[in-house]
């Protein structure tokens, strides 16, 4: 795991930017895993410019995202298809069809887990999927004790994770949904590559844990230490309770010129 120390979250989303970039312009029919939440708005918001900027080219794109709440329309305000569509995939050049989100709304939720898990095997799996982490560890909606070996399946989120996503429900816990389908820690530790971004005092204890923690369930994170290919792009106040953040920043900043901003 390759730890990336930013100055804050702008820097941090920036520098994750570039990643991204660098696969699409290298692989135009990259497929990208993506996240929800107010953590890679920032990366999404400098794909956005670099389409629109220096030419970007989504058109061959293929995305898959990590989960969905259960029982909420692709049209709900807060569905993340519609999270989805409106920061990202309505700014740029991407196929809408070409666009994955777990339905929520699915009448047969095991078999629409098995299809969605179909889906990207299809597509070739995954090329790179972005990340974020919540407070308790967990990614997409692997809670504390999920199943390193999971697949795309329901989940029942945690009583944190409902307090932590009450904020996008107007502080009211009792809207928001109990229930998701996510995709699992398996399928994401199938991707190619994975970055994760974490920024804020907030995720410091999760990031020291997932870092220089055990490899344990009760922090899904963790799993990543497993991984060939794993980027974790975090500010200096996610970074406070690491051990060696120092070290870190070292390694970054001596890379030779052909690893540079990667």
Wanted: hydrophobic share 40%; aromatic share 8%; net charge negative.
């Amino acid at each position: 795991m390759e730890i990336i120390i930013k100055k804050d979250a702008q820097e941090g989303s920036c520098a994750a930017a570039r990643v991204v970039a660098r696969l699409v312009r290298a692989k135009p029919d990259a497929v990208l895993g993506l996240a929800t939440g107010s953590t890679p708005l920032t990366l999404y918001k400098e794909l956005i410019r670099m389409h629109n900027e220096e030419g970007l080219d989504f058109s061959e794109v293929v995305t898959f995202n990590l989960d969905e709440y259960i029982g909420l329309s692709a049209d709900h305000e807060q569905s993340y298809r519609r999270f989805m569509n409106e920061n990202l995939f309505s700014q740029i050049n991407i196929k809408l069809e070409n666009t994955h989100v777990p339905d929520g709304m699915a009448e047969d939720v095991p078999a629409a887990c098995a299809a969605y898990e179909q889906a990207i095997a299809d597509a070739g799996g995954i090329d790179l999927q972005v990340l974020g982490i919540g407070s308790d560890g967990h990614v997409g909606f692997n809670e504390p004790t999920s199943s390193f070996a999971s697949r795309t399946r329901i989940k029942t989120l945690t009583r944190q994770t409902v307090a932590d996503n009450a904020r996008f429900f107007g502080g009211d816990e009792s809207k928001v949904p109990h229930h998701c389908i996510t995709m699992g820690i398996g399928t994401i530790m199938d991707a190619r590559m994975n970055i994760m971004l974490a920024f804020g005092a907030n995720k410091a204890d999760a990031v020291a844990a997932t870092v220089e923690g055990p490899v344990a369930s009760i922090m899904p994170a963790s799993i990543l230490q497993h991984h060939p290919s794993a980027k974790l792009f975090i500010d200096e106040a996610a970074a406070t309770d690491l051990k060696l953040a120092d070290y870190y920043r070292w390694v970054y900043e001596g890379k030779p010129e052909w690893q540079a901003d990667a």
